[in-house]
């Protein structure tokens, strides 16, 4: 005696389960990419043993040819003169007082430079950060 089958095995590949999950991680990888905030202008940061975890509010770039950039939480940086930072940093102040400011300065340009922007944060009292990248040791060398 021979038995049938009641129910048949369908040939068709059902791909819905699979675009759910390709249009979540496309929504993670969205999301996540608006939380990282690039520094766009290209300085070579010096190097220091001990970074801090401080999340600055506003940024200021020095780049090797002593152009200056200002930018605010989220922004992107904009060019401004030297005499347009005072009323940059005043304008966000009022803003926001608890504010850390995060100076990017190339490793190339005068400690001059640097000590005319810890100038003004001290004068206008900002909490002042100055960003570094982390030693890179050689696989050779130990501690």
């Known amino acids: 005696m021979a038995l049938k089958r009641r129910t048949r095995v369908s040939p068709n590949y059902n791909a819905v389960s699979m675009t759910d999950v390709i ?21 070579s940061l010096p190097q220091s043993q001990k970074q801090t975890a401080a999340k600055p509010l506003l940024r200021l770039t020095i780049d090797k040819n002593i152009n ?20 940059f940093l005043q304008e966000r102040y009022n803003k926001e007082p608890e504010m850390f400011v995060a100076l990017y300065a190339d490793e190339s340009i005068s400690y001059g430079e640097i000590v005319k ?13 100055l960003a570094t990248r982390p030693i890179q040791r050689k696989a050779n060398e130990t501690r």
Not at 34 to 39: A, K, L, S
Not at 117 to 129: F, G, P, R, S
């Open 68 to 87: 200056y950039y200002a930018a605010y939480g989220n922004e992107r940086e904009k060019k401004i003169s030297f005499d347009e930072i005072v009323p």
């Open 23 to 43: 249009f979540l991680l496309l929504i993670f990888f969205l999301i996540s990419s608006t939380i990282v905030v690039p520094n766009a202008i290209k300085v």
């Open 117 to 129: 922007i810890l100038n003004i944060a001290t004068e206008q009292k900002y909490k002042m950060v």
